[in-house]
Protein backbone atom coordinates (compact mmCIF):
# COMPACT_ATOMS: atom_id res chain seq x y z
CA UNK A 1 0.00 0.00 0.00
CA UNK A 2 1.83 3.31 -0.86
CA UNK A 3 0.06 6.93 -0.51
CA UNK A 4 -0.17 9.09 -3.50
CA UNK A 5 -1.60 11.69 -1.72
CA UNK A 6 -2.49 13.76 1.33
CA UNK A 7 -5.64 16.33 1.68
CA UNK A 8 -6.58 18.23 4.83
CA UNK A 9 -10.54 18.12 5.40
CA UNK A 10 -12.78 19.70 7.47
CA UNK A 11 -11.86 18.83 11.54
CA UNK A 12 -8.74 17.36 11.14
CA UNK A 13 -10.09 14.74 8.75
CA UNK A 14 -7.24 13.41 7.03
CA UNK A 15 -7.83 12.47 3.22
CA UNK A 16 -5.49 10.05 1.67
CA UNK A 17 -5.22 8.73 -1.81
CA UNK A 18 -3.49 4.99 -2.12
CA UNK A 19 -2.54 2.03 -4.46
CA UNK A 20 -3.00 -1.22 -3.53
CA UNK A 21 -0.67 -3.22 -6.07
CA UNK A 22 -2.77 -1.49 -9.20
CA UNK A 23 -5.87 -0.69 -7.62
CA UNK A 24 -6.37 3.14 -6.25
CA UNK A 25 -8.44 3.48 -3.07
CA UNK A 26 -9.18 6.66 -0.65
CA UNK A 27 -8.18 6.18 3.34
CA UNK A 28 -10.57 8.76 5.65
CA UNK A 29 -8.86 9.03 9.04
CA UNK A 30 -10.15 11.32 11.89
CA UNK A 31 -8.13 12.98 14.78
CA UNK A 32 -7.46 10.43 17.50
CA UNK A 33 -4.86 9.96 19.72
CA UNK A 34 -6.00 6.63 19.66
CA UNK A 35 -6.43 4.00 16.95
CA UNK A 36 -10.13 3.84 15.34
CA UNK A 37 -11.83 1.10 13.68
CA UNK A 38 -12.61 1.04 10.50
CA UNK A 39 -15.56 1.16 7.47
CA UNK A 40 -15.31 -0.33 4.68
CA UNK A 41 -17.32 2.14 2.57
CA UNK A 42 -19.04 0.20 -1.05
CA UNK A 43 -20.29 2.12 -4.18
CA UNK A 44 -21.22 1.20 -7.34
CA UNK A 45 -17.54 1.70 -9.06
CA UNK A 46 -16.03 4.89 -10.33
CA UNK A 47 -14.26 6.65 -7.26
CA UNK A 48 -13.75 9.70 -8.97
CA UNK A 49 -17.69 10.74 -9.53
CA UNK A 50 -18.74 9.01 -6.58
CA UNK A 51 -16.22 11.21 -4.45
CA UNK A 52 -18.31 13.98 -3.30
CA UNK A 53 -21.17 11.37 -2.10
CA UNK A 54 -17.87 9.51 -0.51
CA UNK A 55 -16.02 12.27 1.49
CA UNK A 56 -19.69 13.05 3.19
CA UNK A 57 -19.89 9.61 4.11
CA UNK A 58 -16.17 9.79 5.19
CA UNK A 59 -17.08 12.99 7.60
CA UNK A 60 -19.94 10.98 9.03
CA UNK A 61 -17.59 8.77 9.96
CA UNK A 62 -15.12 10.47 11.09
CA UNK A 63 -17.03 12.82 13.50
CA UNK A 64 -18.55 9.16 14.64
CA UNK A 65 -14.68 7.95 15.52
CA UNK A 66 -13.88 5.61 12.57
CA UNK A 67 -11.60 5.41 9.84
CA UNK A 68 -13.63 4.76 6.99
CA UNK A 69 -11.83 3.56 3.56
CA UNK A 70 -13.03 2.78 -0.36
CA UNK A 71 -11.37 0.79 -3.31
CA UNK A 72 -12.28 1.67 -6.89
CA UNK A 73 -13.90 -1.64 -8.67
CA UNK A 74 -12.93 -4.00 -11.03
CA UNK A 75 -13.68 -2.31 -14.40
CA UNK A 76 -14.91 0.76 -12.91
CA UNK A 77 -12.70 4.54 -12.89
CA UNK A 78 -9.17 3.99 -14.43
CA UNK A 79 -8.68 0.57 -13.96
CA UNK A 80 -8.51 -2.31 -16.97
CA UNK A 81 -12.23 -2.37 -18.45
CA UNK A 82 -13.46 -5.64 -17.44
CA UNK A 83 -14.94 -7.12 -21.25
CA UNK A 84 -17.22 -10.01 -19.68
CA UNK A 85 -18.98 -7.32 -17.32
CA UNK A 86 -19.30 -4.50 -19.87
CA UNK A 87 -20.74 -7.15 -22.60
CA UNK A 88 -23.36 -8.16 -19.53
CA UNK A 89 -24.25 -4.85 -19.10
CA UNK A 90 -24.49 -4.08 -22.70
CA UNK A 91 -26.98 -7.36 -22.50
CA UNK A 92 -28.94 -5.84 -19.62
CA UNK A 93 -29.38 -2.18 -21.29
CA UNK A 94 -30.60 -3.75 -24.49
CA UNK A 95 -33.59 -6.37 -22.75
CA UNK A 96 -34.55 -3.22 -20.19
CA UNK A 97 -34.71 -1.25 -24.03
CA UNK A 98 -36.75 -3.79 -25.17
CA UNK A 99 -38.74 -4.45 -22.36
CA UNK A 100 -37.85 -7.82 -21.75
CA UNK A 101 -37.16 -9.82 -18.42
CA UNK A 102 -33.63 -9.51 -17.27
CA UNK A 103 -32.31 -13.05 -17.30
CA UNK A 104 -30.53 -15.31 -14.42
CA UNK A 105 -27.57 -15.61 -17.47
CA UNK A 106 -27.76 -11.41 -17.51
CA UNK A 107 -27.33 -11.51 -13.81
CA UNK A 108 -24.90 -13.85 -13.06
CA UNK A 109 -22.66 -12.50 -15.84
CA UNK A 110 -22.67 -8.86 -14.68
CA UNK A 111 -22.29 -9.15 -11.19
CA UNK A 112 -20.51 -12.77 -10.34
CA UNK A 113 -16.80 -11.59 -12.12
CA UNK A 114 -17.37 -8.34 -10.45
CA UNK A 115 -17.72 -10.44 -7.03
CA UNK A 116 -15.11 -13.17 -7.78
CA UNK A 117 -12.60 -9.97 -8.36
CA UNK A 118 -13.31 -7.65 -5.95
CA UNK A 119 -13.66 -9.69 -2.37
CA UNK A 120 -10.27 -10.34 -2.71
CA UNK A 121 -9.59 -7.20 -3.27
CA UNK A 122 -11.46 -5.68 -0.65
CA UNK A 123 -9.63 -8.19 1.80
CA UNK A 124 -6.22 -7.57 0.79
CA UNK A 125 -7.34 -3.81 1.37
CA UNK A 126 -8.63 -4.60 4.83
CA UNK A 127 -4.91 -6.80 5.64
CA UNK A 128 -3.09 -3.36 4.62
CA UNK A 129 -5.09 -0.92 6.19
CA UNK A 130 -5.19 -3.09 9.50
CA UNK A 131 -1.68 -2.84 9.74
CA UNK A 132 -1.42 0.80 10.09
CA UNK A 133 -0.76 2.46 12.86
CA UNK A 134 -3.77 4.37 13.61
CA UNK A 135 -6.25 1.77 12.28
CA UNK A 136 -7.60 -1.21 14.40
CA UNK A 137 -10.73 -3.05 14.61
CA UNK A 138 -13.62 -3.63 14.66
CA UNK A 139 -14.58 -3.65 10.97
CA UNK A 140 -17.50 -2.89 9.36
CA UNK A 141 -18.95 -2.82 6.18
CA UNK A 142 -21.29 0.01 4.68
CA UNK A 143 -23.59 0.21 1.37
CA UNK A 144 -22.32 -0.93 -2.31
CA UNK A 145 -23.10 -3.68 -4.22
CA UNK A 146 -24.59 -5.82 -2.30
CA UNK A 147 -23.53 -9.29 -3.83
CA UNK A 148 -19.86 -7.77 -3.01
CA UNK A 149 -21.05 -7.55 0.60
CA UNK A 150 -22.93 -10.52 0.93
CA UNK A 151 -19.94 -12.39 0.14
CA UNK A 152 -17.55 -10.63 2.11
CA UNK A 153 -20.15 -11.20 4.96
CA UNK A 154 -19.47 -15.08 4.67
CA UNK A 155 -15.89 -14.98 3.74
CA UNK A 156 -14.45 -12.13 5.79
CA UNK A 157 -14.04 -13.15 9.39
CA UNK A 158 -12.94 -9.44 10.74
CA UNK A 159 -16.21 -8.30 9.81
CA UNK A 160 -18.31 -7.51 12.41
CA UNK A 161 -21.94 -5.56 11.11
CA UNK A 162 -22.60 -4.86 7.93
CA UNK A 163 -25.01 -1.87 6.39
CA UNK A 164 -26.31 -3.14 3.05
CA UNK A 165 -28.03 -1.59 0.36
CA UNK A 166 -30.59 -3.87 -1.62
CA UNK A 167 -30.48 -1.65 -4.70
CA UNK A 168 -28.60 -3.95 -7.35
CA UNK A 169 -29.15 -7.22 -8.64
CA UNK A 170 -28.45 -10.29 -6.73
CA UNK A 171 -27.56 -13.87 -8.49
CA UNK A 172 -29.20 -16.85 -7.21
CA UNK A 173 -26.05 -18.35 -6.11
CA UNK A 174 -25.43 -15.15 -3.95
CA UNK A 175 -28.68 -15.52 -2.59
CA UNK A 176 -27.82 -19.07 -1.24
CA UNK A 177 -24.76 -17.74 0.07
CA UNK A 178 -27.40 -15.23 2.14
CA UNK A 179 -27.74 -17.90 4.37
CA UNK A 180 -24.61 -18.26 5.62
CA UNK A 181 -24.27 -14.43 6.73
CA UNK A 182 -24.33 -14.52 10.66
CA UNK A 183 -23.26 -10.83 11.43
CA UNK A 184 -25.81 -8.09 12.26
CA UNK A 185 -27.33 -6.58 9.22
CA UNK A 186 -29.11 -3.55 8.40
CA UNK A 187 -30.49 -3.31 5.21
CA UNK A 188 -32.06 -0.50 3.41
CA UNK A 189 -34.28 -0.64 0.86
CA UNK A 190 -35.56 1.98 -1.39
CA UNK A 191 -39.24 0.53 -2.12
CA UNK A 192 -39.85 2.16 -4.98
CA UNK A 193 -36.51 2.12 -6.92
CA UNK A 194 -37.75 1.66 -10.73
CA UNK A 195 -34.46 0.30 -11.10
CA UNK A 196 -34.27 -2.73 -8.80
CA UNK A 197 -36.45 -6.09 -8.08
CA UNK A 198 -38.25 -5.38 -5.12
CA UNK A 199 -39.12 -9.05 -4.33
CA UNK A 200 -35.75 -10.31 -4.98
CA UNK A 201 -34.56 -7.88 -2.09
CA UNK A 202 -37.08 -8.96 0.32
CA UNK A 203 -36.40 -12.43 -0.74
CA UNK A 204 -32.22 -12.44 0.34
CA UNK A 205 -33.21 -10.03 3.31
CA UNK A 206 -35.37 -13.23 4.21
CA UNK A 207 -32.59 -15.32 3.12
CA UNK A 208 -29.75 -13.77 5.93
CA UNK A 209 -29.00 -15.65 8.40
CA UNK A 210 -27.92 -13.41 10.98
CA UNK A 211 -30.26 -13.58 13.73
CA UNK A 212 -30.01 -9.32 13.95
CA UNK A 213 -30.99 -8.43 10.63
CA UNK A 214 -33.27 -5.22 10.20
CA UNK A 215 -35.01 -4.39 7.15
CA UNK A 216 -35.03 -0.51 6.36
CA UNK A 217 -37.35 0.90 3.67
CA UNK A 218 -38.03 4.28 2.72
CA UNK A 219 -39.78 6.43 -0.47
CA UNK A 220 -37.72 8.77 -2.45
CA UNK A 221 -36.28 6.34 -5.34
CA UNK A 222 -32.89 4.83 -6.00
CA UNK A 223 -30.95 7.87 -5.20
CA UNK A 224 -32.97 9.29 -1.96
CA UNK A 225 -32.14 7.78 0.88
CA UNK A 226 -33.46 10.02 3.11
CA UNK A 227 -31.16 11.66 5.54
CA UNK A 228 -32.92 9.92 8.39
CA UNK A 229 -32.21 6.20 7.08
CA UNK A 230 -28.84 7.32 6.62
CA UNK A 231 -28.95 8.58 10.06
CA UNK A 232 -30.06 4.91 11.49
CA UNK A 233 -27.65 3.12 9.44
CA UNK A 234 -25.25 5.43 11.43
CA UNK A 235 -27.05 4.20 14.73
CA UNK A 236 -26.43 0.65 13.89
CA UNK A 237 -22.84 0.84 13.28
CA UNK A 238 -22.44 2.59 16.23
CA UNK A 239 -23.87 -0.33 17.99
CA UNK A 240 -21.74 -2.97 16.80
CA UNK A 241 -18.70 -1.07 16.24
CA UNK A 242 -18.30 0.68 19.72
CA UNK B 1 -63.98 12.57 30.57
CA UNK B 2 -63.89 12.21 34.45
CA UNK B 3 -60.85 11.31 36.26
CA UNK B 4 -61.15 8.18 38.80
CA UNK B 5 -57.64 8.20 40.21
CA UNK B 6 -54.69 9.59 40.39
CA UNK B 7 -50.62 8.28 41.00
CA UNK B 8 -47.50 9.93 41.00
CA UNK B 9 -45.00 7.55 39.05
CA UNK B 10 -41.19 7.65 38.68
CA UNK B 11 -39.83 11.79 37.62
CA UNK B 12 -42.75 13.25 38.06
CA UNK B 13 -44.92 11.27 35.68
CA UNK B 14 -48.53 11.42 36.87
CA UNK B 15 -50.44 8.43 36.01
CA UNK B 16 -54.88 9.36 35.66
CA UNK B 17 -56.93 6.36 35.23
CA UNK B 18 -60.42 8.27 33.51
CA UNK B 19 -63.63 6.92 32.12
CA UNK B 20 -64.69 8.24 28.81
CA UNK B 21 -68.82 7.86 29.39
CA UNK B 22 -68.51 3.84 29.33
CA UNK B 23 -65.03 3.43 28.20
CA UNK B 24 -62.14 3.12 30.76
CA UNK B 25 -58.90 4.74 30.10
CA UNK B 26 -55.32 6.53 31.39
CA UNK B 27 -53.99 9.38 30.71
CA UNK B 28 -49.97 9.97 31.30
CA UNK B 29 -48.48 13.64 31.75
CA UNK B 30 -44.90 14.33 32.11
CA UNK B 31 -43.76 17.41 34.74
CA UNK B 32 -43.80 20.39 32.34
CA UNK B 33 -44.67 24.16 32.45
CA UNK B 34 -46.07 24.54 29.15
CA UNK B 35 -48.58 22.01 26.83
CA UNK B 36 -47.23 19.14 25.53
CA UNK B 37 -47.89 16.97 22.91
CA UNK B 38 -49.95 13.96 23.04
CA UNK B 39 -49.05 10.03 21.83
CA UNK B 40 -52.32 7.94 21.57
CA UNK B 41 -51.14 4.83 22.35
CA UNK B 42 -52.72 1.76 20.95
CA UNK B 43 -53.17 -1.89 22.19
CA UNK B 44 -54.28 -5.20 21.46
CA UNK B 45 -57.39 -4.82 24.46
CA UNK B 46 -57.00 -5.75 27.88
CA UNK B 47 -55.72 -2.36 29.42
CA UNK B 48 -55.37 -4.36 32.84
CA UNK B 49 -53.34 -6.82 31.08
CA UNK B 50 -51.42 -4.46 29.21
CA UNK B 51 -50.54 -1.47 31.88
CA UNK B 52 -46.91 -2.88 32.17
CA UNK B 53 -46.11 -2.56 29.35
CA UNK B 54 -48.11 0.77 28.24
CA UNK B 55 -46.27 2.42 31.39
CA UNK B 56 -43.19 1.18 30.35
CA UNK B 57 -43.97 2.56 27.46
CA UNK B 58 -46.08 6.08 28.70
CA UNK B 59 -41.94 6.55 30.32
CA UNK B 60 -40.64 6.89 27.69
CA UNK B 61 -43.02 9.46 26.00
CA UNK B 62 -43.21 11.64 28.95
CA UNK B 63 -39.38 11.35 28.68
CA UNK B 64 -39.67 12.89 25.01
CA UNK B 65 -41.86 15.73 26.52
CA UNK B 66 -45.16 13.80 25.72
CA UNK B 67 -48.01 13.24 27.26
CA UNK B 68 -49.59 9.22 26.23
CA UNK B 69 -53.11 8.39 26.76
CA UNK B 70 -54.57 4.67 25.94
CA UNK B 71 -58.69 3.83 25.91
CA UNK B 72 -59.68 0.47 26.55
CA UNK B 73 -60.75 -1.64 23.25
CA UNK B 74 -64.49 -2.96 22.39
CA UNK B 75 -65.32 -6.03 23.96
CA UNK B 76 -61.82 -5.85 25.70
CA UNK B 77 -61.12 -5.40 30.03
CA UNK B 78 -64.28 -4.33 31.62
CA UNK B 79 -66.31 -3.31 28.37
CA UNK B 80 -69.14 -5.74 27.84
CA UNK B 81 -69.12 -8.66 25.65
CA UNK B 82 -68.30 -8.08 21.34
CA UNK B 83 -70.65 -10.88 20.18
CA UNK B 84 -70.00 -10.83 16.79
CA UNK B 85 -66.26 -10.50 17.46
CA UNK B 86 -66.37 -12.89 20.02
CA UNK B 87 -67.92 -15.26 17.57
CA UNK B 88 -65.23 -14.37 14.64
CA UNK B 89 -62.27 -15.23 17.17
CA UNK B 90 -64.05 -18.74 18.09
CA UNK B 91 -64.18 -19.10 13.81
CA UNK B 92 -60.22 -17.73 13.34
CA UNK B 93 -59.04 -20.19 16.48
CA UNK B 94 -61.37 -23.09 15.00
CA UNK B 95 -59.55 -22.73 11.24
CA UNK B 96 -55.45 -21.94 13.05
CA UNK B 97 -56.26 -25.61 14.90
CA UNK B 98 -57.58 -27.66 11.52
CA UNK B 99 -54.67 -26.03 9.47
CA UNK B 100 -57.47 -24.18 7.23
CA UNK B 101 -56.58 -21.04 5.44
CA UNK B 102 -57.87 -17.62 7.29
CA UNK B 103 -60.68 -16.57 4.91
CA UNK B 104 -61.34 -12.33 4.17
CA UNK B 105 -64.78 -13.23 5.55
CA UNK B 106 -63.45 -14.46 9.30
CA UNK B 107 -61.31 -11.26 9.05
CA UNK B 108 -63.40 -9.09 8.29
CA UNK B 109 -66.04 -10.16 10.89
CA UNK B 110 -62.96 -10.27 13.55
CA UNK B 111 -61.88 -6.70 12.64
CA UNK B 112 -64.21 -4.40 11.06
CA UNK B 113 -66.68 -3.93 13.51
CA UNK B 114 -63.34 -2.84 15.93
CA UNK B 115 -62.79 -0.46 13.70
CA UNK B 116 -66.44 0.69 13.12
CA UNK B 117 -66.55 1.40 17.03
CA UNK B 118 -62.88 1.77 17.97
CA UNK B 119 -62.01 5.04 15.57
CA UNK B 120 -65.07 6.78 17.04
CA UNK B 121 -64.08 6.33 20.62
CA UNK B 122 -60.65 7.27 19.73
CA UNK B 123 -61.61 10.83 18.54
CA UNK B 124 -63.64 11.33 21.38
CA UNK B 125 -61.32 10.28 23.54
CA UNK B 126 -58.94 12.94 21.48
CA UNK B 127 -61.97 15.64 21.84
CA UNK B 128 -61.49 15.27 25.29
CA UNK B 129 -57.57 15.07 25.98
CA UNK B 130 -56.63 17.92 23.88
CA UNK B 131 -59.64 19.98 25.81
CA UNK B 132 -57.62 19.50 29.17
CA UNK B 133 -55.21 22.53 30.30
CA UNK B 134 -51.47 20.64 29.63
CA UNK B 135 -52.18 18.83 26.69
CA UNK B 136 -51.96 20.22 22.71
CA UNK B 137 -51.28 19.10 19.67
CA UNK B 138 -49.48 17.56 17.36
CA UNK B 139 -50.78 14.43 18.28
CA UNK B 140 -49.10 11.51 17.21
CA UNK B 141 -49.98 7.81 17.21
CA UNK B 142 -47.97 4.31 18.37
CA UNK B 143 -48.83 0.82 17.98
CA UNK B 144 -52.40 -0.86 18.52
CA UNK B 145 -54.41 -2.94 16.35
CA UNK B 146 -53.18 -1.83 12.71
CA UNK B 147 -56.62 -1.57 10.80
CA UNK B 148 -57.22 0.84 13.64
CA UNK B 149 -54.55 2.96 12.84
CA UNK B 150 -54.58 2.76 9.48
CA UNK B 151 -58.29 4.18 9.33
CA UNK B 152 -57.66 6.76 12.56
CA UNK B 153 -55.05 7.98 10.24
CA UNK B 154 -57.40 8.62 6.88
CA UNK B 155 -60.33 10.30 8.92
CA UNK B 156 -58.86 12.02 12.06
CA UNK B 157 -57.21 15.49 10.92
CA UNK B 158 -55.40 15.96 13.67
CA UNK B 159 -53.24 13.21 13.77
CA UNK B 160 -49.86 14.05 12.24
CA UNK B 161 -47.62 10.99 12.62
CA UNK B 162 -47.98 7.21 13.10
CA UNK B 163 -46.43 4.35 14.39
CA UNK B 164 -47.98 1.27 13.32
CA UNK B 165 -47.21 -2.25 14.22
CA UNK B 166 -48.18 -4.73 11.00
CA UNK B 167 -49.07 -7.37 13.12
CA UNK B 168 -52.76 -8.38 12.86
CA UNK B 169 -54.57 -9.46 10.03
CA UNK B 170 -55.99 -6.35 7.78
CA UNK B 171 -59.31 -6.93 6.36
CA UNK B 172 -59.29 -5.68 2.38
CA UNK B 173 -61.24 -2.69 2.71
CA UNK B 174 -59.11 -1.26 5.06
CA UNK B 175 -56.09 -2.27 2.57
CA UNK B 176 -57.60 0.23 -0.03
CA UNK B 177 -58.20 2.76 2.58
CA UNK B 178 -54.78 2.81 3.60
CA UNK B 179 -54.07 4.12 -0.07
CA UNK B 180 -56.12 7.87 1.47
CA UNK B 181 -53.46 7.94 4.42
CA UNK B 182 -51.23 10.77 3.48
CA UNK B 183 -49.38 11.30 6.91
CA UNK B 184 -45.60 10.10 7.59
CA UNK B 185 -45.74 6.80 8.95
CA UNK B 186 -43.23 4.74 10.54
CA UNK B 187 -44.14 1.12 10.58
CA UNK B 188 -43.18 -2.18 12.17
CA UNK B 189 -42.94 -5.57 11.52
CA UNK B 190 -41.84 -8.44 12.93
CA UNK B 191 -40.69 -10.53 10.05
CA UNK B 192 -40.53 -13.93 11.81
CA UNK B 193 -44.01 -13.18 13.31
CA UNK B 194 -45.73 -16.65 12.79
CA UNK B 195 -48.89 -15.56 13.64
CA UNK B 196 -48.92 -12.79 11.01
CA UNK B 197 -49.30 -12.90 7.43
CA UNK B 198 -46.10 -10.83 5.90
CA UNK B 199 -46.93 -10.27 2.79
CA UNK B 200 -50.25 -9.35 3.97
CA UNK B 201 -47.94 -6.42 5.72
CA UNK B 202 -46.16 -5.71 3.37
CA UNK B 203 -48.84 -5.47 0.54
CA UNK B 204 -50.47 -2.77 3.26
CA UNK B 205 -46.65 -1.04 3.69
CA UNK B 206 -47.07 -0.28 -0.19
CA UNK B 207 -50.54 0.78 -0.27
CA UNK B 208 -50.15 3.60 1.83
CA UNK B 209 -50.45 6.49 0.04
CA UNK B 210 -47.98 8.78 2.43
CA UNK B 211 -44.69 10.11 1.08
CA UNK B 212 -42.79 9.58 3.86
CA UNK B 213 -42.96 6.14 4.90
CA UNK B 214 -40.72 3.72 6.75
CA UNK B 215 -41.17 0.56 6.82
CA UNK B 216 -38.78 -1.11 10.29
CA UNK B 217 -38.64 -5.07 9.91
CA UNK B 218 -36.94 -7.23 12.80
CA UNK B 219 -36.24 -10.45 14.13
CA UNK B 220 -37.96 -11.66 16.97
CA UNK B 221 -41.26 -13.07 17.15
CA UNK B 222 -44.40 -11.33 17.42
CA UNK B 223 -43.56 -10.12 20.96
CA UNK B 224 -39.66 -9.58 20.34
CA UNK B 225 -39.59 -6.26 18.91
CA UNK B 226 -35.82 -5.24 19.95
CA UNK B 227 -35.35 -2.11 21.57
CA UNK B 228 -33.47 -0.37 19.35
CA UNK B 229 -36.44 -0.81 17.04
CA UNK B 230 -38.19 0.99 19.80
CA UNK B 231 -36.22 3.80 19.62
CA UNK B 232 -36.02 4.19 15.91
CA UNK B 233 -39.98 4.57 16.43
CA UNK B 234 -39.28 6.77 19.19
CA UNK B 235 -36.98 8.95 16.84
CA UNK B 236 -39.57 8.83 13.83
CA UNK B 237 -42.24 10.54 16.84
CA UNK B 238 -39.64 12.99 18.12
CA UNK B 239 -39.35 13.87 14.11
CA UNK B 240 -42.82 14.99 13.51
CA UNK B 241 -44.01 16.11 17.10
CA UNK B 242 -41.84 18.68 18.00
Redesign the interface.
Known amino acids: MHFTSEKHLENGVLEREFTLGEIPGILWTPESAAPVPLILMGHPGGLGGMHPRLVARALGCAAEGYASAAIELPGAGDRPRFPVVDEARADLRRVLKAGEPVTDDIIDRLVLPLVETAVPEWRTALDALLALPGIRGPVGLSGGVIAIGTRLAVVEPRLEAAVLFAGSYVPRSILEEARQVSIPLHVL?Q?DDEGNDRQQA?DL??AFG??????????GGHTGV?W??GE?AG??LA?HLK
Open positions: LWLFDSKEKTLNANMPFAARFR
